[in-house]
């Protein structure tokens, strides 16, 4: 058990509708980093969060957002949903907000889109 | 400059063989380079790393290789057994950002 929660375990939703998927990183942890994985294919960095405010950005649609709070916990916000955005969404947290920090993944939240 | 190419896709080894995953950077600013294994229906989790002061790390079974000039290094995992199937991920990069391969999924046959 990494202590990187995620909520839901699992998601089925139609097109076009809008979901939520939350993290709450490890205890002591500032930063949160979310990441997409479709089936069989690699991780995709979307977003790291550290201490509320953004750090860094990867291949995020603009369809997609996210936030950090108060108390550290992280939302990745999708909406307008498309079939191909059916995929396994993980967030990872580390204790610093450089790169060179032991990521702890998520068991993930699995998104299907119908 | 930004990508990190990991071969093969798949590799399925015989227990007790040898399993081996290449990786290739282009950007020589890199100084960290670690190594992820995820099992089915989990996140990944750090299986070792190197920096690259050294050409060579070991961690019980499995070793990275480092060659600097060459911007290339792999995982070795000795002995390979069925728990060990999963599927593997290197990553390259500095403090700023890491850049992730597109991972190998490894089978160890009984």
């Known amino acids: 058990d990494s202590g990187v929660t995620q909520t839901p375990k699992h998601l089925i939703t139609a097109t076009g509708q809008r979901v939520t998927l939350r993290c709450s990183p490890r205890?002591?942890?500032?930063?949160v980093y979310w990441y997409q994985q479709s089936l069989d294919q690699g991780l995709q960095f979307l977003i790291q969060?550290?201490?509320?405010?953004?750090?860094a950005k990867g291949n995020i649609l603009e369809r997609f957002s996210a936030q950090q709070f108060p108390d550290l916990h992280s939302e990745l916000n999708l909406s307008s949903l498309e079939l191909g955005d059916s995929a396994l969404y993980f967030c990872?947290?580390?204790?610093?907000?450089?790169?060179?920090?032991?990521?702890?993944f998520g068991p993930g939240t699995r998104l299907t889109v119908l | 400059q930004q990508q990190v190419k990991q071969s093969p896709q798949s590799l399925i080894v015989q227990k007790g063989g040898i399993s081996i995953i290449n990786c290739a950077y282009e950007?020589?600013?890199?100084?960290?380079f670690p190594w992820y294994q995820q099992f089915p229906g989990k996140g990944p989790a750090l299986l070792i790393a190197?920096?690259?002061d050294v050409s060579e790390k070991k961690e019980g079974r499995f070793t990275i290789s480092f060659n600097k000039s060459a911007k290339q290094f792999s995982l070795h995992i000795m002995d390979s057994q069925p728990g060990d199937s999963a599927t593997y991920f290197c990553?390259?990069?500095?403090?700023?950002?890491?850049?992730w391969g597109a991972g190998t999924k490894l089978i160890i046959k009984p």
């Open positions: 990872a947290s580390t204790l610093g907000t450089g790169s060179y920090n032991e990521q702890f």
């Open positions: 205890s002591g942890d500032l930063s």
């Open positions: 969060y550290y201490n509320g405010e953004e750090r």
């Open positions: 950007n020589t600013a890199f100084d960290y």
């Open positions: 190197i920096r690259p």
């Open positions: 990553a390259a990069g500095s403090n700023y950002q890491l850049i």
